[in-house]
């Protein structure tokens, strides 16, 4: 038992000798961003923004350390359509706009009933099929993955979207990413603003 006893300090002894003499906890806070909703951890370098979860699920974002009194902006849940993204799907279509004018994408799923491929276009409508240049410029392809039959496979950037400056279309292809072949095999979906 001494043994033990003995083996555990001598390895706390190793273990303090390779820490900093003055080693301090790191110190931070979680924030929301107000906009987005995104909850994030700022180290010391950033502000510190305390929440409150009230009763009713609304959520305050505080200004001030004191929970009892914050100056807050108020995140309220809501049905005003205007405060949503509205989804757009295609079932038997090769393919979807999602936006046909510059905006960004927040997700798009494909599912698909054969092996296929599933692009987004910086694009108000769907290229010709053929080879396809994969970039940001006008009428490439930002995104292309591979979705096997019986599965669903997605796109998603839930708290930063990703910008697309023409438009935005999602395409189902039978063929790999650089070929597009335009395909109907299966549901598409998804959301932009």
Not at 2 to 8: L, M, Y
Not at 16 to 27: D, N, V
Not at 69 to 96: E, F, K, M, R
Request: proline share 5%; net charge neutral; with cysteine.
């Amino acid at each position: 038992m001494r043994a033990i006893f003995g083996a555990i300090a001598l390895a706390l002894g190793v273990m303090a000798a390779f820490m900093p003499a003055q080693a301090q906890a790191p110190t931070g806070c979680w924030t929301q961003d107000a906009f987005s909703g995104l909850i994030r951890y700022q180290n010391g370098s950033g502000v510190c923004i305390p929440m409150i979860v009230n009763s009713d699920g609304s959520i305050n974002v505080t200004s001030s350390s004191t929970p009892s009194a914050p100056t807050s902006t108020n995140i309220t849940p809501t049905s005003s359509a205007a405060a949503g993204i509205a989804p757009g799907a295609a079932n038997a279509a090769n393919n979807l706009v999602l936006k046909a004018s510059a905006g960004n994408l927040y997700d798009v799923y494909l599912t698909a009933t054969a092996d296929s491929w599933l692009y987004v276009f910086n694009a108000i409508a769907a290229p010709s099929d053929g080879a396809v240049t994969a970039g940001i410029a006008s009428g490439n392809y930002s995104q292309c993955i591979k979705v096997a039959s019986g599965t669903t496979g997605s796109i998603a950037y839930a708290a930063i979207p990703e910008v697309y400056t023409v438009g935005i279309t999602a395409v189902i292809s039978s063929t790999a990413c650089g070929t597009l072949t335009k395909a109907t095999t299966g549901f598409l979906h998804g959301r932009a603003k």
